[in-house]
Antibody, heavy 118, light 109 residues
Framework: QVQLQESGPGLVKPSETLSLTCIVS?????????WSWIRQPPGKGLEWIGE???????HYNPSLESRVTISKDNSGRQISLKVASMTAADTALYYC???????????WGQGTLVTVSS | EIVLTQSPGTLSLSPGERATLSCRAS???????LAWYQQKPGQAPRLLIY???TRATGIPDRFSGSWSGTDFTLTISRLEPEDFAVYFC???????????FGQGTKLEI
């Protein structure tokens, strides 16, 4: 089992770009691993943002695709998320998670809260 | 996009009782592509069930999943105090968005 740790600025101004990092530690990584970003506005439900594979394939939620970029480093142990043109509606707890097959999110980080405010 | 509708929104029960939570998909979902999560305040979601009925590692057998057509059910046979939480269902599809979640059911005492 891996451990996931998200980090980010906590507070972002409207129209700015959010940058978050997820560090993957422990366990062994597989070529079949996929890594997702998921967010949860305070007191609300979960929204899948997108995913990246071990090999670098990427899928985004169409609702966010125009503003979102997911990437990873060569080691596969640092997953990044960028969200452009942030608004108050993007205020949420942002999680990274590992997807496995059959499709499910097996491991989650503890999440990082991002507030959009001037 | 497949929409998952969970019911009820809130379920009020007592320890020892049986809980039945529903998740209805707006269109056909492969049984293998439906999962359930438990989320407690201040914590990340925890995987309970995948493949509609397979318990994740370490999940007690009082948790069970079933399905009929587009209707999926999470049953907790005898509620323990630690089971009071919010429960989400999640599906995977080949069309975007690949993953969607239900809006959640709050299980309260």
């Amino acid at each position: 089992q891996v451990q996931l740790q998200e980090s980010g600025p906590g507070l972002v101004k409207p129209s700015e770009t959010l940058s978050l990092t997820c560090i993957v530690s422990g366990g062994s990584l597989s070529s079949s691993d996929w890594w997702s970003w998921i967010r949860q506005p305070p007191g609300k439900g979960l929204e899948w943002i997108g995913e990246i594979s071990h090999g670098g394939d990427i899928h985004y939620n169409p609702s966010l695709e125009s503003r979102v970029t997911i990437s990873k480093d060569n080691s596969g142990r640092q997953i990044s998320l960028k969200v452009a043109s942030m608004t108050a509606a993007d205020t949420a707890l942002y999680y990274c998670a590992r997807n496995v097959w059959p499709p499910r999110f097996d491991d989650w980080g503890q999440g990082t809260l991002v507030t959009v405010s001037s | 996009e497949i929409v998952l509708t969970q019911s009820p929104g809130t379920l009020s029960l007592s320890p020892g009782e049986r809980a039945t939570l529903s998740c209805r998909a707006s269109q056909s979902v492969s049984r293998a592509y439906l999962a359930w999560y438990q989320q407690k305040p201040g914590q990340a979601p925890r995987l309970l069930i995948y493949d509609a009925f397979t318990r994740a590692t370490g999940i007690p057998d009082r948790f069970s999943g079933s399905w009929s057509g587009t209707d999926f059910t999470l049953t907790i046979s005898r509620l323990e105090p630690e089971d009071f939480a919010v429960y989400f269902c999640q599906q995977y599809g080949t069309s975007p968005p690949r993953y969607t979640f239900g809006q959640g059911t709050k299980l309260e005492i």
